[in-house]
């Protein structure tokens, strides 16, 4: 008999809960959460410039320089000393960056130690594109359909970025 | 008659069940999500171009560069047309306002080693690389020895293939 008033008494009691406190707490809660929450994720790409005291240093080793140039009408692929490996042409101010990244690819391949990369750019080519390039040149990504997931292989990842070098006119 | 009375005062309690529930699952997502800490401001007028790159931000000095102001930590230095004009390629002003940045370092060990000195550059997506070229060139100037790029993170094409068909 007294373990049933018991029972009967805390139900009642649950009834009765003030949850008025927590629901204050609440409303100001999520309002406040909600101003300061940030839906888009922010990263950075680490540059690799060199200090502006830094002498050239001569390499009696002529070493493999990649470098991508990006000019107005096309994105050019080369090595320092023995020119030009690639042109991929703009059509229409569409860059063929899969192109690129396909062939960078086959760089790394045959360069599997080589990890920096030289930038150079025309002086009207928009920062979008420079970070897309960027991207490509540092890792590539690939579904991989044995694995079932997406890889992703490093490519150059220390860039560095200079000016390109201005084409004689023909 | 009284009867009735006694069941509309009981039924004033409202049922806020559901609502407490979705306030509180609400309150831990945000509080999760919150935990993480964003070092860097959230611009409305920059654009930032969107990357794949997924190194977390740092705390260091911001340089903000919209489509017609150069800030530093907020504080507007110069104006982009300015900048433009002129033939130098290092920006004074900008130079200037990067060296009193880094003098009010706290630890002045930090402050003389220009490799651990950092900066951010938030630009807009739509600035020429001549712009970003006297920014960047001006921040080694100062000797800031490490120069990172602020970019939206996107997901990448290999990976919305994976999940889509």
């Known amino acids: 008999m007294a373990r049933r008033r018991w029972r009967t008494r805390r139900r009642h009691d649950a009834d009765e809960l003030n949850i008025t406190a927590f629901m204050n707490l609440m409303v100001i809660l999520v309002p406040f959460l909600l101003i300061t929450a940030v839906f888009s994720r922010m990263s950075i790409l680490e540059l690799n410039l060199p200090a502006p005291s830094a002498e050239t240093v001569e390499q009696d080793e002529p070493e493999f320089q990649l470098e991508v140039v990006v000019r107005q009408n096309a994105i050019e692929v080369g090595e320092r000393s023995a020119g030009l490996l690639r042109r991929f042409e703009a059509e229409g101010g569409e860059y063929d960056l899969d192109g690129l990244a396909d062939y960078l690819l086959d760089v790394k391949r045959r360069f599997p130690e080589k990890l920096d990369a030289t930038l150079l750019l025309e002086p009207d080519v928009q920062y979008e594109l420079i970070v897309a390039v960027m991207d490509r040149v540092r890792a590539v990504e690939r579904f991989d359909d044995g694995a079932d997931r997406v890889v992703t292989a490093e490519l150059f990842p220390e860039i560095s970025i200079g000016d390109a070098p201005i084409v004689a006119v023909n | ?165």
């Open chain 2, 1 to 165: 008659m009284k009867r009735h009375h006694e069941r509309r005062k009981r039924g004033a309690a409202l049922n806020l069940v559901s609502l407490m529930d979705i306030f509180t699952i609400l309150v831990f997502f945000l509080l999760v999500s919150s935990g993480e800490v964003e070092s860097l401001p959230n611009p409305r007028d920059v654009r930032l171009p969107e990357s794949t790159a997924d190194t977390p931000s740092r705390e260091t000095v911001i340089v903000l560069v919209t489509a017609d102001e150069v800030l530093v930590q907020g504080q507007p230095v110069a104006r982009v047309a300015d900048v433009l004009a002129d033939d130098e390629i290092v920006i004074p002003a900008l130079e200037a306002a990067l060296e009193a940045q880094a003098a009010r370092v706290i630890r002045p060990e930090i402050a003389e080693d220009s490799a651990t000195r950092e900066v951010t550059i938030m630009g807009d997506k739509a600035l020429p690389y001549r712009l970003l070229k006297k920014i960047m060139a001006t921040c080694t100037e100062a000797d800031y020895g490490r120069v990172s790029l602020a970019v939206l993170q996107k997901v990448s094409d290999a990976q919305v293939a994976a999940v889509g068909p």
